[in-house]
């Protein structure tokens, strides 16, 4: 699980993307504008994660709650997701990078989940890095969905409920594959987790941010994991 010296470089960085709207709102341009900026953010914390040895990076890119959102800019974002797809998602996967979706993508429009399928499929076997894209994700969905995968088998006999623990808790999650993050980072200046990985962020570390994403650059990755890098990770140890 980890020892109380200092980290080095996360394994697994999470990030929170806030603030597409309040950066584009401080420029008196429309949300969508915003959004369109932030994903220039993005291609700089997958260039990033990349050169510095980062293997995991989660993009908490669309919650389940954001379906709420006026429809106009659902339909915006769901375009710019699709526009991502078709071309920085290509950038990307040429630097090595395999892509990966959690959350409930069956709920995005057929255009966008067949790229994303597509992508996924083109980029399953690269090695450089893991880029996972939550998308129409909610964390109390995912653990909802998982209690009932494991009610079923305790049901049908294949799972005694004495064998429950974390780690079986862990396996129906949609991050199954992937190790738990060991550095969040939120920007916007917002102190919560908004829904997002609540299980897997039981032990990370947290750096908040008071830049909009569309701000945050490489400099700023670089500062959030040298801070990351000077804490001690105890697990409730002494």
């Known amino acids: ?93 040429e630097k090595d990078v395999r892509l990966t979706a959690i959350g409930r993508t069956d709920l995005l429009p057929e255009s966008c989940r067949d790229e994303l399928n597509k992508i996924i499929e083109e980029t399953k076997d690269n090695k450089a890095l893991t880029l996972i894209l939550a998308l129409s994700y909610g964390s109390r969905e995912e653990i909802a969905d998982a209690s009932r995968q494991i009610a ?19 396996k129906h999650l949609n991050t199954a594959k992937f190790p738990d993050p060991d550095l969040l980072i939120r920007t916007s200046g917002e102190f919560r987790l908004s829904n997002f990985l609540l299980w897997q962020l039981s032990y990370a570390e947290i750096f908040i941010s008071s830049k909009n994403w569309p701000d945050f650059r490489r400099s700023d990755f670089e500062e959030a994991v040298e801070n990351y890098s000077r804490r001690h990770r105890r697990f409730g140890r002494v």
Request: with cysteine.
């Open 152 to 170: 079923l088998k305790v049901q049908s006999g294949e799972l005694s409920p004495d064998n429950i623990d974390n780690d079986t808790i862990s």
């Open 1 to 93: 699980m980890g020892d109380d010296s200092p980290n080095d470089i996360p394994r697994h960085l999470a990030v929170i993307m806030d603030g597409n709207g309040r950066w584009a709102k401080s420029r008196g341009l429309p949300r969508k504008a915003g959004h369109r900026a932030g994903a220039e953010s993005v291609r700089e914390a997958v260039d990033y994660c990349n050169e510095a040895g980062v293997e995991f990076l989660t993009l908490y890119a669309f919650s389940s709650e954001n379906w709420n959102r006026p429809a106009e800019e659902v339909d915006a974002l769901m375009k710019l997701l699709e526009r991502f797809l078709k071309t920085k998602a290509r950038e990307i996967a």
